[in-house]
């Protein structure tokens, strides 16, 4: 396990979590939906300055950091979330990349609507990540 790895896990609260509903969702319906490509994304980004903190690494140092945005991703159950997507939060302006696990076309919608519960994975990695928030889906 690498070093951000156990950072991740040691900064983890130690509980179980069910899966999420999207964690049993097929990879059939997966595709379904992608196609269709709704224009609302919910989800998680990596919040690079608690990275750079908990990893004790400068904030501008973005070779470090963009390897431990890919790490924390690698690191989340693959059947924790529905994709790994690429949004603009509205009224940031910011692009950014999103650990999607809702989707729809209704911002407001999207934006009431309850995640359910989350995979330890996730939760393991909340120590680092900023949401849930709501993202216009850009890929």
Same mark, same amino acid.
């Given at each position: 396990?690498? &070093? /951000?790895?156990?950072?991740?896990?040691?900064?983890?609260?130690?509980?179980?979590?069910?899966?999420?509903?999207?964690?049993?969702?097929?990879?059939?319906?997966?595709?379904? !939906?992608?196609?269709?490509?709704?224009?609302?994304?919910?989800?998680?980004?990596?919040?690079?300055?608690?990275?750079?903190? /908990?990893?004790?690494?400068?904030?501008?140092?973005?070779?470090?950091? &963009?390897?431990?945005?890919?790490?924390?991703?690698?690191?989340? %159950?693959?059947?924790?979330?529905?994709?790994?997507?690429?949004?603009?939060?509205? &009224?940031?302006?910011?692009?950014?990349?999103?650990?999607?696990? %809702?989707?729809? %076309? %209704?911002?407001?919608?999207? !934006?009431? !609507?309850?995640?359910?519960? /989350?995979?330890?994975?996730?939760?393991?990695?909340?120590?680092?990540?900023?949401?849930?928030?709501?993202?216009? !889906?850009?890929?």
């Amino acid at each position: 396990m690498s &070093g /951000l790895g156990r950072a991740l896990r040691d900064a983890a609260p130690q509980t179980k979590m069910q899966p999420s509903p999207q964690a049993t969702e097929n990879t059939y319906t997966r595709h379904r !939906r992608s196609v269709l490509a709704p224009r609302y994304i919910k989800g998680y980004t990596v919040d690079r300055s608690q990275l750079a903190a /908990l990893l004790e690494v400068d904030i501008s140092d973005r070779l470090s950091l &963009g390897e431990a945005v890919s790490e924390t991703i690698r690191y989340i %159950d693959r059947d924790a979330y529905l994709f790994i997507g690429g949004g603009v939060r509205p &009224g940031r302006g910011v692009f950014e990349i999103v650990i999607v696990l %809702d989707e729809g %076309d %209704d911002e407001d919608e999207l !934006r009431g !609507r309850e995640l359910g519960p /989350l995979d330890s994975s996730i939760v393991a990695a909340m120590c680092v990540l900023e949401g849930p928030s709501v993202w216009l !889906r850009e890929a």
